[in-house]
């Protein structure tokens, strides 16, 4: 807990050093949350030992001793493979769970936090627009270039694709963004690729070809690290977890039409 303080602390400080008044009034508002977290988490330690320092011992029971000494085994491990049952993808349904006002006239990319905020990249207005857990818009974040994919790191963090050319940017215009665990995926239209980088922005590997994916538009991953890319010819292809080897269930490329309706 100490340590996560001095951390707030020297962000405090930073803001103070180089952010603009509304990026300070922001970050500061998101720091004293956690700060606010932390004090609740001392006080609770605090008034839980009033009577003096609180020690936790664990005694073996001897009988278990005994056991441990008399026994050969605990029991055996069997081992069972079964089939992966696939499912086609029309007989996916959905049920509408929400449906959020945005407040953004164009928004190009989205994701959602592990806190219940649901983040929107506003295309036209070049910011990022935070709608709390209850719908209410809750803080936005101007950004220097116009915003296209969105994908969430942490509660705190999240990463940005360009909708043009950004400065300091070596993305193509229009990409969109995915991450998985300590993995970054991005797409890349004009140049026909997938790439996937780590954290820091180096590249791990690129997919590029042509009879596979043409203009590579919207990316995400599933729980197993299986790249799902839509294709701006109405397809979605996915792609194994290193862009090369085929998933555990899944062919190295597997290519479905898309239909959308009106």
Same mark, same amino acid.
């Given at each position: ?8 602390? !020297? ?68 081992? %069972? ?8 993808? %029309? %007989?996916?349904?959905? $049920? ?11 928004? =190009?990319? @989205? @994701? ?8 929107? !990249? ?10 709390? =857990? ?34 300091? @940017? ?22 026909? /690729? ?7 922005? /180096?590249?791990?590997? /690129? ?22 890319? &839509? $294709? ?5 292809? &996915? ?12 062919? #190295?490329?597997? #290519?479905? $039409? ?5």
């Amino acid at each position: 807990m100490e340590r996560s303080i001095v951390e707030q602390q !020297s962000k405090i400080d930073k803001i103070k050093k180089d952010a603009i008044d509304l990026q300070g009034f922001l970050s500061i508002k998101s720091t004293e949350a956690e700060l606010d977290k932390m004090d609740k988490t001392v006080n609770s330690i605090i008034n839980d030992g009033e009577d003096g320092l609180i020690s936790i011992n664990f005694n073996l029971d001897p009988a278990i001793e005994n056991l441990a000494l008399n026994t050969n085994s605990f029991g055996h491990v069997t081992v %069972e493979i079964n089939p992966f049952l696939s499912k086609s993808i %029309e %007989e996916i349904s959905l $049920d509408l769970q929400k449906a959020i006002n945005t407040q953004v006239k164009q928004t =190009e990319g @989205c @994701c959602l936090l592990d806190n219940g905020k649901s983040v929107f !990249s506003d295309f036209l207005k070049d910011r990022v627009t935070v709608i709390s =857990e209850n719908g209410e818009l809750d803080f936005q974040i101007p950004i220097k270039s116009s915003l296209h994919g969105l994908a969430a790191i942490d509660s705190q963090t999240i990463a940005i694709s360009p909708g043009g050319s950004a400065p300091h @940017c070596n993305q193509g215009q229009f990409a969109n963004i995915a991450n998985f665990k300590d993995k970054l995926y991005v797409t890349d239209r004009d140049e026909h /690729t997938v790439t996937c980088s780590d954290i820091k922005g /180096t590249v791990l590997w /690129t997919f590029q070809d042509t009879k596979v994916l043409q203009r590579p538009w919207g990316i995400t991953v599933d729980k197993d690290g299986n790249i799902y890319v &839509v $294709d701006w010819k109405d397809k979605l292809v &996915v792609l194994s977890d290193d862009g090369i080897k085929p998933p555990n269930t899944l062919p #190295e490329t597997l #290519e479905v $039409d898309l239909l959308v309706e009106n």
